[in-house]
């Protein structure tokens, strides 16, 4: 059962139950509780379980361990605490670990030394003792040996370490009576299979010590009910207790310049880098996020460029891409006051110490409500200050997004997390580990599966299905080399691991996040250069992309080799970029159809500029200079064409100069819709009319494109809500997309091992193997549980199947109306869409002044109507 907690505790509640060294430590440090505390210290305390949602910075972290510090020194002098695990802290990533074991350790020397000078009778102790101890992939033999010698009583881990220490026979016993779990930045595990892995890890955890309380902190995230359910499993009780907005915003979208169409690229250019340096000089540190690792360190290399007495060693770049030792290094100058600004791509999302921040500045849309908060929290990172962000957008389609981003944000409107569900390939992983540790009865392991929120609904089918190939079942994989893992006794039920190396095996091959490398791309033998994973799983057979400022069509792959030939007078389908942008979400992108819903409205209205530029500025937080920009686009819409919006798709016909005729849909609800349904149009086209069609899409609607006549409005009419999902599974059948992830999921289920026997295979040999793993599976079953898992992970968790499946619903329900128009020209909203295939071939000047001559055709166009 989920409850809100309303009320927050008294301080004084707090301070009867701390121990008197605590509560004098607490004192010298703070002049009071926080929120966060005065809400979540009494719950730890009664253990209960908790879920604590507060902005970064809001002391979640001393929340979640207040208690358990407070309890650990009680029975330290008491001369009652034992050689045990008292607390595992969980955080997904490493440094937050190291971050939060230097944060952990200080205020435990503090309380030391005030136990000394205090005079506390001593009953059994000279100190207090209490030990704390990181295990992640970085812990040293040496660490691993001095902790089975003497168990930290509070384990910092990560997910996959976690799942190690299960199965390590001597550490596992001192897992037998833990008291409190702490899940940290649960936000940025519960949307991946990192966190479906953990949902099972902490059942096992649970079953091992059933009296322990589960403690989950998070950043802002929606729906806080499903978190807690994900945090606590099914069917138990957890108190949610949400402090959100406490901080407050101080939130702005920028435009370095007045008109965002009719501006030169160098002028925008040069000014985008002035307003960017003015901010950051009114600012003590300013930390930029972009969307992009490129990105990321164009950034850094312009500002130096532009400005070189401004930058020089006090500017630097923090993405994935980087050494551990460079981000590392950062992260310290950062602390200590080193640098004015830091340049991020995702990597400083979470909530690693960074020191004081006054100014968070997002280039471009951060696509999500969450994102862009998590982002802009990292400002005023005490409990107090002021968060204080601005949005910098360069175009108009990026003005209006975050526009509705920034509305969205101030109102609490938060956008809905996605959380995998039934992933069998995890599913895989985590009853081989259990086999290892224990015999275990068939029915008593679906128990304690299903007690996982992240499968409350798996089937006892796709249960026992997982059972037989674990237990070497399909014995034409022994060809693969595949063997059984564990036995299963059908006439007892019990199941336990097979083969002397099953340990060894698991233990070296444990974790979800799949390896992945860059893809050389050939002609013949000729190798032209590389693209990385998350391109090729874009690209279709005939798809034109742009490397080194060469144009290729793509033919097909093999291991990690992209066979393409030369390619010219066709625009590129898939840009350079598009591997790297972040998906809009679904929720941010109804919010924006709702808006132009309410522009329309207006306009048919025939209500005047100025009242529309009145209702702008009262609909949105943005300056005059954007709500002219947001008039404008809207009325040309307007007069060009018609405005799509929430009931309304608009599809647009019209043919370029070179005879190719263009559909273009505007479809605004974000690209893992579009995903889904440009891929499953083009396959109901190529099945019912033999043609191959060319696929772009972004988050604000797709196109197709071909040069033979084809009927797009009657292949459109075929997909119904009911088969949708088949269609599309037919439709990827084939494609890159799945192929990779069967590798992925292949590599989870353990059916390719990347460590074996102190040997590690490559991605290439990964990739082959699962090639050919693949018709392997195929020949047992279509429905192969990992081939099963892959394509439900394709179409759930990369694209978005059950939003589309809703949405053709409402089409065929008439709540939302399919319009055909016919125009020359591209209308000002699809612009952009038809626009992303010339990006790569057009120089940035040369784009803007292409994008120019198209607005003042559409200008030419409107004036002769009107």
């Not at 099914?234 to 501006?263: A, H, W």
């Not at 968070?360 to 999500?368: D, F, T």
């Not at 306009?603 to 200079?625: A, C, G, R, T, W």
């Not at 809703?806 to 869409?833: C, G, H």
Request: with cysteine.
């Amino acid at each position: 059962m989920i409850t809100h907690k309303e009320k927050p505790n008294e301080e004084k509640e707090l301070f009867e139950v701390l121990h008197p060294i605590v509560k004098t430590w607490f004192n010298n440090k703070f002049k009071n509780f926080s929120l966060p505390q005065l809400y979540g210290v009494m719950e730890v305390h009664s253990r209960n379980n908790v879920l604590i949602s507060a902005p970064t910075g809001a002391t979640k972290t001393l929340t979640g361990f207040m208690a358990i510090i407070n309890e650990l020194i009680d029975s330290s002098i008491k001369g009652i605490i034992e050689d045990k695990v008292y607390c595992v802290y969980i955080s997904p990533l490493k440094a937050l670990n190291s971050d939060i074991a230097v944060n952990l350790l200080q205020p435990l020397e503090e309380m030391e030394k005030l136990y000394d000078r205090m005079n506390i009778d001593k009953v059994a102790k000279k100190n207090l003792g209490i030990r704390v101890a990181v295990r992640t992939g970085d812990t040293t033999q040496k660490e691993k040996s001095a902790m089975l010698k003497n168990a930290p009583h509070i384990l910092i881990t990560t997910p996959e370490s976690l799942a190690i220490l299960l199965n390590s026979p001597k550490f596992k016993e001192y897992l037998n009576d833990v008291q409190w779990c702490i899940t940290d930045e649960i936000h940025a595990l519960a949307d991946n299979k990192r966190g479906v892995h953990l949902s099972i890890s902490l059942e096992r955890l649970q079953k091992l010590s059933p009296g322990m309380t589960r403690v989950g902190l998070s950043a802002t995230i929606s729906p806080l009910e499903d978190i807690a359910k994900f945090l606590v499993g099914n069917e138990r009780k957890c108190k949610i207790i949400n402090v959100q907005f406490l901080k407050e915003l101080d939130l702005k979208v920028l435009s370095p310049v007045e008109d965002l169409i009719d501006t030169s690229h160098s002028y925008m250019h040069h000014e985008m880098y002035k307003l960017l340096d003015n901010l950051i000089q009114e600012h003590k540190t300013t930390l930029i996020f972009t969307n992009t690792r490129s990105g990321t360190e164009r950034v850094v290399h312009y500002l130096k460029d532009k400005f070189p007495k401004s930058y020089t060693e006090n500017i630097g770049a923090h993405h994935g891409s980087l050494s551990k030792e460079h981000r590392l290094k950062l992260e310290e100058r950062l602390r200590k006051g080193l640098l004015k600004v830091v340049v991020s791509s995702t990597s400083l999302e979470l909530g690693i110490d960074i020191g004081y921040i006054d100014l968070v500045i997002l280039l471009g849309s951060p696509k999500s409500v969450a994102r862009c908060l998590q982002r802009i929290g990292r400002s005023g990172h005490q409990l107090h200050s002021v968060t204080k962000g601005r949005i910098v957008v360069l175009d108009r389609d990026d003005l209006i997004e975050c526009s509705l981003l920034l509305k969205s944000a101030v109102e609490k409107k938060i956008d809905r997390i996605h959380i995998p569900t039934n992933a069998l390939d995890v599913l895989s992983q985590q009853i081989f580990g259990i086999a290892i540790s224990e015999q275990i009865h068939i029915n008593d392991l679906f128990e304690l599966v299903r007690k996982a929120y992240c499968y409350k609904t798996l089937s006892r089918k796709d249960f026992n299905e997982v059972i037989d190939y674990l237990a070497g079942k399909y014995i034409s994989l022994e060809d693969r080399h595949i063997y059984a893992k564990i036995w299963y006794d059908e006439e007892t039920g019990i199941i336990g691991k097979k083969g002397r190396l099953a340990r060894v095996l698991y233990m070296t091959n444990i974790g979800t996040i799949p390896d992945e490398t860059h893809v050389k791309v050939k002609i013949g033998e000729q190798i032209v250069g590389t693209i990385d994973e998350a391109f090729l799983e874009r690209l279709r057979r005939g798809d034109i992309f742009v490397l080194g400022g060469n144009t290729y069509e793509f033919k097909f792959s093999r291991g990690m080799v992209a066979q393409v030939q030369s390619s010219v007078n066709r625009p590129p389908t898939v840009p350079s970029w598009f591997s790297d942008m972040l998906p809009l979400s679904f929720d941010l992108a109804l919010e924006i159809q709702r808006f132009r819903k309410l522009m329309e409205q207006r306009f048919n209205l025939k209500q005047s500029k100025k009242d529309i530029i009145k209702f702008i500025n009262e609909y949105l937080y943005v300056d005059d200079n954007a709500a002219n920009a947001i008039y404008n686009y809207f009325e040309e819409q307007f007069k060009f064409s018609e405005i799509p919006h929430e009931n309304k798709i608009i599809i647009e016909n019209y043919t370029d100069e070179h005879d190719r005729k263009y559909v273009i849909f505007h479809t605004l609800f974000g690209r893992r819709v579009n995903d889904v349904l440009s891929r499953a149009l083009a396959y109901a086209i190529y099945k019912t009319q033999h043609r191959d069609v060319e696929i772009g899409i972004n988050d604000n609607g797709f196109y197709l494109s071909y040069d033979k006549n084809i009927n797009v409005i009657k292949a459109f009419s075929l997909l119904n809500s009911k088969d949708l999902r088949r269609i599309l599974e037919l439709a990827i059948d084939q494609t890159e997309v799945l192929k990779r992830r069967f590798r992925h999921c292949a590599t989870r289920a353990l059916m390719i091992l990347r460590t074996y026997k102190g040997k590690t295979k490559k991605v290439g040999r990964q990739q082959v193997s699962s090639m050919i793993l693949l018709n392997a599976v195929k020949r047992i079953s279509e429905q192969f549980i990992i081939l099963k898992e892959a394509r439900r992970e394709v179409l759930e968790d990369l694209m978005d199947i059950d939003n589309a499946i809703n949405l053709i619903k409402m089409i065929e329900d008439k709540k939302i109306e399919m319009k055909e128009v016919q125009t020359r020209i591209p209308s000002p909203f699809a612009l952009n869409l038809v626009m992303q295939g010339y990006a790569d071939i057009l120089k940035a000047d040369d784009k803007v002044e292409f994008l120019k001559k198209m607005h003042q055709q559409i200008l030419a166009k409107i004036s002769l109507k009107h």
